[in-house]
């Protein structure tokens, strides 16, 4: 096996996992899979993945001894979704895999997110392993345990926290990834600068096409994401306080995932997170915790890296302001009725913002449907 890049999860009760990155790495799937043990593993994929990757994943796991099945589901945010979690369990079943087997999410973060979770369902509990293949999934949906489909309600309302045993990152298979979904991926590579590492930030500003074109900072871009991650996870698993740092940008964006239900032809995740953090960085600015000149900055990156930053760039619009504010009431962090929000004090610098008043959102959020 080749030299690679390795970040390791350090979770307690013998949870702790490797993040294994690096071009190629679908080509070990097998022997590094088949060294967790079981019998067999099934992949689930979706349909655009599946014709590019699942029948080379599936030979090497057949050539390291594990019998496979492949499950493939339909493209997109709408297969997060009680019907397509039903048609994965069933099809798992179908490939008779047993309590000691595995389960492989191969594809972006739709289906890490629906087969994490239905490897927490199937039979009370299987193993799963996270074999990212967009620039999204490698830096942020693999790693962390969080699992799950949406509801017409809400996104993510729906899941469970369950731990993958292995995440192998092959960033060649970025090079088929579309010019959209890199993008899409690249709001959460900039989001962890904007956490709490302005030099990562920095760094971004001035590499980032170099992530996009696939050069060396790509593989150092994912691996900086992934012990970013990591590290937040390690300390705070479940989001009882540090973790709800990696939300930044997601109350909006949530919001916005809904109103366009679920629709990936006109909003994808990485979009609305975009928008999302353009906008929790011009409310924190509005609030005067923040210099306007960061919330400037941080909006002028990501449209440099043609994301979208402002509602009015939701294709066939978003609702009003009362939409907004009702779909954010159904956010994870409401607490007692009170939205919780990701603000900052500049870049790097974000904090946990409990009890905002939903007054001061609304009048935001209507000069921001405004555009003024
Ligand atoms: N669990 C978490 O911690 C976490 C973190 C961030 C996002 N998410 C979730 O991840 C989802 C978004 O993930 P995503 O952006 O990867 O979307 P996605 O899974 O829909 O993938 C994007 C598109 O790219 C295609 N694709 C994937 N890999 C490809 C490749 N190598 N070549 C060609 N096409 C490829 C897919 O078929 C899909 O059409 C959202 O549902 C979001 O809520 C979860
Ligand atoms: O891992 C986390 O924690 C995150 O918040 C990462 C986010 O990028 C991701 O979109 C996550 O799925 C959002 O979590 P949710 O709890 O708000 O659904
Ligand atoms: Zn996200």
């Known amino acids: 096996m080749s030299e690679r890049l390795i970040v390791h999860v350090p979770l307690d009760q013998g949870r702790d996992y490797d993040i294994v990155i690096g071009r190629g790495l679908l080509d070990e799937a097998g022997a590094r899979i088949a060294a967790l043990g079981g019998r067999a593993a099934a992949i689930v994929t979706d349909d655009t993945v599946a014709a590019l990757y699942s029948e080379r994943v599936r030979d090497a796991l057949e050539a390291a001894g594990l019998r496979s099945g492949i499950v493939s589901v339909t493209p997109g945010e709408a297969s997060k979704s009680y019907a397509t979690f039903a048609q994965v369990c069933d099809g798992l079943l179908g490939h008779r895999i047993e309590r000691g087997d595995l389960v492989v999410a191969l594809g972006g973060g739709v289906v890490g997110d629906l087969a994490g979770f239905a490897a927490a369902s199937l039979r009370r509990g299987v193993r799963f392993v996270q074999a990212p293949t967009s ?9 962390g345990g969080k ?12 899941g469970a926290f369950h731990q993958p045993r292995l995440v192998l990152a092959d960033t060649g298979t970025l090079d088929t990834l579309s010019a959209r979904e890199m993008r899409a991926g690249y709001a959460e590579v900039a989001k962890y600068g904007l956490i709490n590492d302005s030099g990562f930030f920095d760094w971004c500003e001035t590499n980032w096409s170099g992530i996009f074109s696939g050069g060396p900072e790509r593989d150092e871009a994912v691996a900086i994401c992934c012990r970013s991650k990591a590290g937040v996870v ?11 740092l990696l939300n930044l940008g997601h109350t909006f964006g949530h919001a916005l995932e809904r109103l366009t239900g679920y629709d990936s032809a006109r909003l994808v995740h990485g979009e609305g997170v975009a928008i999302g953090m353009a906008l ?6 509005r609030l005067g915790l923040c210099p306007g000149q960061d919330a400037g900055r941080v909006a002028n990156h990501l449209a440099l890296a043609g994301l979208p930053t402002r509602l009015a760039q939701v294709p066939g619009g978003c609702g009003d302001a009362s939409a907004l504010l009702d779909a954010m009431a159904q956010d994870k962090k409401v607490r007692e009725g009170r939205l ?8 790097g610098r974000s904090f946990i913002a409990p009890g905002i008043d939903a007054a001061d959102v609304r009048a935001f959020l209507d000069d921001e449907l405004r555009d003024v």
């Open 234 to 244: 390690v300390r705070d698993e479940r989001e009882d306080g540090e973790r709800a």
């Open 135 to 143: 620039l999204l999934a490698q830096v942020d949906s693999s790693v």
């Open 280 to 285: 929790a960085f011009r409310f924190s600015a």
């Open 340 to 347: 919780t929000f990701i603000l900052a004090r500049g870049i």
């Open 147 to 158: 699992t799950g489909i949406n509801s017409p309600l809400g996104k993510n309302l729906i």
